[in-house]
């Protein structure tokens, strides 16, 4: 039998994005949090913990733009295009996150623009992700090979919707890391935001499952139909387990637990956005088999990647191995 | 709106983004392997003047390797958001090349960026000296696929076309396609060149503060020797990337030597050193000509001739005076620059080399005169494959996205403010990285005892604005 090409690829990119949303969604959910803290020793801190990985974090949007380019050119042709303004959005916000962490502990009048650089680049960033999440579910106008839709089609309640969803993610997300991270007060205060983000993130999830198949025909079935829904019900009922668990143990001090419990959410998030939508590369009809690029330049690729993505993470894992532990006020690496 | 169609604007952002963004690859790649040299010298000679060099450089190799960062994500999805057609159609063959960048390169560079930047003291000198070379050889190999693609663009091979689509048939063909090995010699002797200047400028600025500076002696020194090589051995290598072009892309030469038609009484071809040429005409006006010298340069015989422009038609002809007149900059500043390198061996030989204020002044004002020229050169080559973005097969105008002008014009205002603001920022805090005196890096505490850093960017100490 031959092997289907571009299913594993659709894994492989899924596998490359779902590292970007965990691992730069800390990050971005610690530049979400700062309005909730005063003082510039504790943003101090809360950057620090940060700072000596976020660069990498980054780089898997990169492998994930661009493995979408040359494993599936069209979704890649068709998605950025219709996107343009909130990817447009996303790629200056992170400019201003990026710069922010080198330059906010060179200054000292200019601090305060800089909280603003790391910390609005963050929001608008994480938003604006949100929104082509919600814009993609939506579907995308497709014909001959090209995106068809208007400049504003990414502008629904739904995509509004999912850009504040996924902005209480990450932040729950920066909240379990920096509880991780720092000690004393400044952890009191994550702890004390651990809940109501975990409500606010629930409750998108809730609802987002609720509207997708109540406004797609197709995801219902894919759901609600047997056997399916004897495979799939794993998802929703780990969800709910695993929220329950995280609202218990906010009271107790498992301060690791949390964030790995949050990392769970997202898989599960993240695998029932594949089960409503496999083998969909761009909604509501471009299958994955659809865009791929032909089997030479998959299997190419391929080569290279399950050859160099081991090697990454192994040298990912010794960078968090170097920076482990709590970051405390006054030890910064500036 | 203002007469610009959204095609226009969309090259104009291409341009300018793509044009911020090469200048801090360029200064990476030159300074990283300079940098390697500095910490080998170090390691070998257990001379502390090298050990200074690199903190001092190190440290603007740090905001430079930055900028590039985030200048370059941008990148990564421009050839998606804007030229949706050309992902589409060729992304079998350019998306498979930029993704063994980010797997080769991207990764690499961020994962021994951190040892390199912030990891002495920490872990031993012979891994620290291997995280260098790590990050060095990244930056090459970074240079090396992206020159594939663009070389695979300007010269394709190695490709079928099976339903309007670019398939690889041979990637051997693909990536050493006729134009890279050429390109890719080109573009890194000039990163090296870039950066000789820069660091031949801070050497020289620091001796005109002090002529007994140590350091600023020896990276003044390095540089000139640098300069001196590199030069002649660049502009043999253009004169055969000019070859190549000659042979794949005709056009391109007709263009940038002002030549539009062959009259068949003429003995050779002239060289036009100046002229404003017209492509309403299909003339040059004004000219300034040397008899027989493009012959000279191009076919290497006296009267040998090139194809005139008004062989092609009128709609595959790039725009004439832009390229015409970007490549005379770069041969200008080659020239320029060349001359300084023979200057500087020959103050030198007279043992002037640091007592020489003029030339160092000089040397001072020339500092961004690389980067000028490696700017040039891009604008020649890109701006001489048009109107076709993949040579010959696909035309620019058919690989661009649909957007409208309003919303080509909202981006194109926000990449230019945005880039005005770091780059200020940037630019500020490099003048003053690069005020600090180069003899004074190494502390006499020794190793672990100063503040340990670990961002990028920031394996300096101390503000940037003044503590007051």
């Known amino acids: 039998m031959t092997i289907d090409l571009p299913v594993i690829w659709y894994l492989l990119i899924g596998f490359a994005v779902a590292m970007y949303v965990m691992m730069d969604g800390f990050s971005l959910g610690v530049g979400i949090l700062f309005p909730f803290i005063r003082g510039d020793e504790n943003r101090d801190v809360m950057m620090n913990t940060v700072a000596p990985v976020w660069d990498g974090n980054q780089t898997w949007m990169i492998l994930g733009g661009a493995g979408l380019y040359g494993a599936f050119p069209l979704a890649y042709s068709v998605i950025l295009p219709a996107m343009y303004l909130p990817l447009i959005l996303m790629l200056l916000a992170l400019i201003f996150r990026g710069i922010a962490f ?137 969800v709910a387990l695993l929220s329950w668990s995280i609202w218990n143990g906010v009271t107790h001090s498992h301060e690791r637990r949390l964030f790995f419990k949050v990392l769970g959410l997202f898989f599960l998030g993240l695998s029932g956005l594949v089960i409503s939508f496999f083998p969909l590369i761009i909604p509501p009809d471009i299958t994955l088999w659809d865009a791929a690029s032909a089997r030479a330049s998959q299997s190419f690729l391929i080569v290279g990647y399950v050859i160099l993505v081991p090697i990454v993470l192994i040298y990912t894992a010794y960078s968090y191995y170097v920076f482990r532990g709590k970051v405390r006020a006054g030890e910064g690496y500036h | ?91 079998d063959i350019t998306g498979v090349l930029l993704t063994y960048e980010v797997l080769t390169a991207f990764f690499m560079e961020a994962g021994f960026l951190g040892i390199m930047l912030f990891g002495e003291g920490r872990v031993s000198k012979r891994l620290h000296f291997s995280a260098t070379c790590l990050v060095a050889v990244g930056t090459l190999i970074s240079m090396t696929w992206i020159l594939m693609s663009n070389s695979w663009m300007q010269t394709p091979a190695g490709y079928e076309v099976i339903d309007g689509r670019f398939e690889p048939a041979s990637w051997l063909e693909i990536m050493f396609n006729p134009s890279f090995p050429y390109r890719i010699v080109h573009m890194g002797l000039a990163a090296f060149i870039s950066v000789g200047f820069v660091v031949g400028g ?45 042979e794949h892309q005709p056009a391109k030469v007709a263009a940038m030597e002002g030549h539009w038609e062959n009259e068949p009484d003429q003995k050779g071809m002239p060289l036009v050193l100046f002229a404003l040429p017209s492509m309403d005409d299909a003339a040059n006006h004004f000219e300034l000509k040397v008899p027989y010298a493009s012959s000279l340069i191009l076919t290497h015989t006296l009267e040998g001739k090139i194809q005139g422009l008004k062989d092609w038609p009128r709609d595959e002809w790039p725009d004439v005076p832009l390229v015409f007149w970007s490549f005379r900059v770069m041969v200008g500043l080659g020239m320029l620059m060349l001359g300084m390198g023979v200057v500087g061996l020959f103050l030198r ?95 006499s505490g020794g190793p672990g005892h100063e503040r340990q850093p670990k961002r990028p960017m920031s394996a300096a100490d101390g503000s940037f604005e003044d503590q007051n």
Not at chain 1, 163 to 184: D, N, P, Q, S
Not at chain 2, 53 to 73: D, E, T
Not at chain 2, 210 to 234: E, G, T
């Open chain 2, 1 to 91: 709106m203002l007469g610009f169609e959204a095609l226009d604007l969309a090259r104009f952002q291409f341009a300018f983004t793509v044009s911020f963004h090469i200048l801090f690859p360029a200064f990476s790649i030159g300074l990283a392997s300079y940098l390697m040299v500095l910490e080998g010298l170090w390691l070998k000679t257990g001379n502390e003047i090298y050990h200074n060099l690199y903190r001092f450089w190190v440290r603007i190799f740090a905001v430079v390797f930055g900028l590039g960062v985030v200048s370059g994500v941008v990148m990564a999805y421009e050839f998606g958001t804007n030229w949706s057609g050309f992902a589409e159609r060729a992304g």
């Open chain 2, 349 to 443: 030989w007279r043992g002037r080399l640091y007592e020489a204020r003029w030339f160092q002044r000089i040397a001072l004002f020339t500092t961004p005169v690389g980067f000028i020229a490696l700017l040039a050169g891009w604008i020649t080559t890109e701006a001489g494959r048009q109107p076709w973005v993949v040579y010959g097969m696909l035309r620019t105008e058919d690989a661009v996205s649909t957007h409208s002008v309003a919303s080509m014009l909202t981006t194109l205002i926000g990449f230019m403010v945005v880039y005005a603001i770091i780059f200020g920022i940037g630019i500020y805090y490099m003048l003053r990285l690069i005020r600090s005196e180069p003899m004074n890096m190494v502390p």
């Open chain 1, 102 to 238: 080198e330059f906010r502990f060179k200054s000292n009048r200019s601090r305060k623009w800089f909280d603003l650089a790391f910390s609005g680049g963050a929001m608008v960033a994480t938003f604006s992700q949100g929104v082509v999440l919600g814009g993609i579910i939506n579907g995308l106008s497709v014909s001959e090979r090209a995106y068809q839709g208007g400049t504003f089609d990414w502008f629904s309640p739904f995509a509004l919707f999912t850009g504040v969803a996924l902005m209480a993610g990450y932040a729950l997300l920066g909240a379990g890391w920096l509880i991780m991270k720092t000690e004393g007060d400044l952890q009191n205060r994550f702890y004390q935001l651990a809940r109501p983000l975990t409500l606010l993130l629930v409750a998108s999830m809730i609802v987002i499952s609720v509207w997708t198949p109540l406004s797609n025909g197709r995801i219902a079935e894919r759901w609600f139909t047997f056997p399916n829904i004897a495979w799939f019900a794993p998802v929703p009922i780990l």
């Open chain 2, 202 to 246: 801070v050497g020289a600025y620091h001796l005109l503060r002090n002529r007994h500076d140590q350091a600023a002696r020896k990276m003044f020194s390095m540089a000139m020797w640098a300069i001196l090589v590199a030069l002649p051995v660049q502009i043999i290598a253009g004169d055969m990337h000019g070859l190549n072009t000659l």
